[in-house]
């Protein structure tokens, strides 16, 4: 697709959390005009002016129709449930609309109908836009190639009290990175739950570790444990703000794009060429 800007953003998920973080970008931002805002056909905010929280209304209704929405819109960004997202991916295909997705928690049969998707429609998917996560995953790829010896890995994440899935989507794809970052495959090393008599820590496992409450926007912490010596590396969200922002950065990326699935590594130009495990012993 070739959209000019202003770009026609449609938020999905609109009374959330994010969807209002992501209104609020929109209608800030100089390059965007809010086409269209969807919720739940029994969502009690349907009929709302979507940016009515914000004292400045939008002149756009949260809605329900999708097929509307998508008719007068370039973009799509889906901060929803996987059920969710699923239907408006197939909404985006039929419409042939761009699409954003920043929902976690999907299994690998909707991860494929997405990545099927994208043979026709641009999308970027990432459980988490930020640019300082994202640059967190670029050191901790660095730091699993050094530490590859002689140093468990473990992943501690934390949240606030309404989030539905665990480990966080930024918690797995930490892993991921980590493992690929190894020559190894996260599916094959990841340890989610210990109770009971556990017995020794498996060597080269990647244990996960949960923390839910309060208001807590976002914390995720990787240690890589040692004899004699602990690295962490950290990274803490303060504000949703920045998730929104990164959205609006894939929104300009996927204007340039025909078709595709891509991540914030595309979008931040973080893509390297760097020689895998294998290759580089
Ligand atoms: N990639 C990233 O950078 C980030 C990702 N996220 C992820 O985004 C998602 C949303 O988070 P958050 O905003 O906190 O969640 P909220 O629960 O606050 O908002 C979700 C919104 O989606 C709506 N919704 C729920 N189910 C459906 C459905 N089946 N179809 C259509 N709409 C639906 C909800 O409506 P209702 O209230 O009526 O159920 C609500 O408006 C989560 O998966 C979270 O992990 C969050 C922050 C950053
Ligand atoms: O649900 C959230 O809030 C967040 N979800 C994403 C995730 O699962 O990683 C990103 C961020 O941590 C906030």
Redesign the pocket.
Known sequence: MTAQPPYRVAIAGASGRMGRMLIEAVQAADDCVLSAALDRPDSPALGQDAAAFLGQPAGVAIGADLDAALAVSDFLIDFTRPEGTMAHLAACRRHGTALVIGT?GFDDAQKAEIAAAARDIPIVMA??MSVGVNVTLKLLEMAARALAVGYDIEIVEA??RH?V?AP????LKMGEVIAAAQGRDLKDCAVYERVGHTGERPAGAIGFATVRGGDV??DHTVMFLGSGERIEITHK?SSRAT?AQGSLRAVRFLATQSRGLFDMFDVLGLKTNERSFSENP
Not at 168 to 171: H, K, L, Q, R
């Open positions: 976690t459980p988490n949240h606030h989030k899935d966080s989507g930024t918690a926007v976002g969200s998730y």
